[in-house]
């Protein structure tokens, strides 16, 4: 029977993209702001003929502005088409021991289907019950850490001397710190990169830089570290990232000014609903990212997820053990958060009749 050799796996889900134009959607992280102007320009200029050609292998012109903008090396940068191409390479490359791979038991859920799909053993460490990391768990004999700073879904950022504690106590791992969120005024672990070979810091352009659909990701570390990432890249595919994207990932980055624009204006957003969500009886640990992970005091969150959604309004909802009362709420504009604030009085409005 063919059929039992095949590689079987459950997928990654994410979250829906509903197409009704009138929807809120405030379900999958996504940056409520349009990418910089000088992405459109560019691409009003880009060489039409330059399409017969293959891409760049190496990103070049991206690579070289983030080495400018973070003041690295290139060859401390790999790029891969969003992070979840460089998570992916990342586990392949770095996670080949026959021990666990160790993460949170509540993270990124796309980390146990890449260790399911490329047979990596893995243990999945407790959070505390405010979504805390213990050190201590990650200080076993492993095959390799991975964690997002801040944390997703929860949102908690944990301290760089305490993410730094675990680096030093694992010189026989790579450890990777996925920093999709940091931009939203986390504190980013680049600065270690030097300091220790076997750190990976992993960062995207989807979030923090509202390009999530043209798929731009990086990670940055050792140049051994990259050296490695690049030979496994290019004994699968070279060409993956596609010459449209790389000048315009390369523009993007030239304009610091929008991106500290638009950022501060999530913070401050953030900050706001923040107020307004413990006013409408939720309760929820700090957020350092783009989202708020919130439970209701009086109220189900399925039911929340169900009515506010028959509203036109998405948010994200897990049926999963330890967080089915939560919902993931993402940072939109000022307008759309006050939307989703006036139907939440109003649901728990027909609640309480
Ligand atoms: C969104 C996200 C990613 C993936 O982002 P890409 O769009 O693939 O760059 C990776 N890690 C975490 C924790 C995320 O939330």
Redesign the pocket.
């Known amino acids: 029977m063919w059929e039992n050799n095949v590689r079987k796996i459950v997928p990654y889900t994410p979250g829906e993209q509903p197409k009704n134009p009138d929807k809120i959607k405030l379900n ?2 996504e940056n409520p702001y349009p990418p910089s102007p000088r992405v459109m320009e560019i691409l009003k200029s880009f060489d039409y003929n330059d399409l017969k050609l293959y891409p760049d292998t190496d990103s070049k012109v991206l690579a070289d502005e983030l080495s400018k903008y973070y003041k690295i090396s290139p060859e401390q940068i790999f790029i ?8 992916s390479i990342a586990f392949l490359t770095f996670f080949n021991s026959e021990k666990p791979v160790f993460f949170p038991d509540i ?2 859920s ?1 980390y146990d289907v890449w260790a399911d799909v490329y047979r990596i053993p893995y243990e999945q460490k407790p959070l505390t019950d405010d979504f805390k990391i213990n050190p201590e768990d990650y200080k076993k004999e492993n095959g390799g850490i991975i964690f ?1 700073n801040p ?3 929860t949102g908690v950022e944990e301290s760089i001397e305490m993410i730094e504690d675990i680096i030093k106590s694992n010189p026989d791992s790579v450890v990777i710190i ?1 920093e ?2 940091v931009d939203f005024g986390g504190k980013s672990c680049l600065s270690l990169i030097d300091k220790y070979e076997n750190l990976l810091v ?6 923090s830089r509202s390009m ?1 659909g043209i ?3 990086y990670a940055m570390g050792s140049k051994k570290l990259i050296k490695y990432m690049n030979d496994v890249k290019f004994s699968i595919n070279s060409y993956t990232m596609n010459s449209i994207t790389q000048v315009c990932g390369a523009e993007a980055v030239k304009d610091v000014e929008y991106f500290k624009e638009t950022t501060a204006k999530i913070i401050s957003t953030r900050e706001y609903s923040k107020k307004r969500l413990k006013e409408l009886g939720f309760v929820f640990e700090d957020s350092m ?1 783009n989202f708020i992970f919130a439970s209701h005091t009086k109220y189900k969150a399925e039911d929340i997820f169900r009515d506010l959604k028959s509203r036109n309004i998405f948010v994200r909802y897990w049926n999963k053990p330890r967080i089915n009362n939560y919902l993931r709420i993402t940072i939109g504009t000022d307008e759309e958060m006050n939307k989703l604030f006036s139907a939440l009085e109003d649901i728990f409005a027909g609640y309480n009749n």
Do not use: C, E, H, M
């Open positions: 999958t992280n891969g088409v969003g992070s979840d191409d460089v998570l993270t990124y796309f997002p944390n997703a879904p996925d999709a969120y992993v960062q995207t352009f989807s979030k999530a798929r731009i990701g990212s």
